[in-house]
């Protein structure tokens, strides 16, 4: 995978733990209100997986912003 790649999906990782902890969730709070793995929900925190438009969406919802704030700090 080519480095910006990587450093888009470490920075929507980023934007989505700092969201997460700003509502006070766990991983695994989070992770099952999306009905994912924690497992997976630190993997897409890290950057090391890209989560799919249909559970961008689903955060995006559960934090009330737009599917676009999540790339941006």
């Known amino acids: ?3 910006k790649n990587n450093r888009t999906l470490e920075k929507l990782g980023t934007k989505i733990r700092k969201l997460r902890k700003n ?3 766990t ?4 992770a099952g209100d999306l009905d994912i793995s924690r497992v997976y929900m630190g ?3 890290q950057g090391r997986e890209s989560p799919s438009l249909k ?3 689903k955060m995006a919802r559960k934090f009330k912003v737009k599917v676009e704030d999540l790339f941006h700090r």
């Not at 991983?27 to 989070?30: A, H, Y």
């Open 55 to 57: 559970l961008l969406m």
């Open 23 to 25: 509502t006070k969730l």
């Open 43 to 45: 993997y897409i925190e």
């Open 27 to 30: 991983q695994e709070e989070l």
């Open 1 to 3: 995978m080519p480095r």
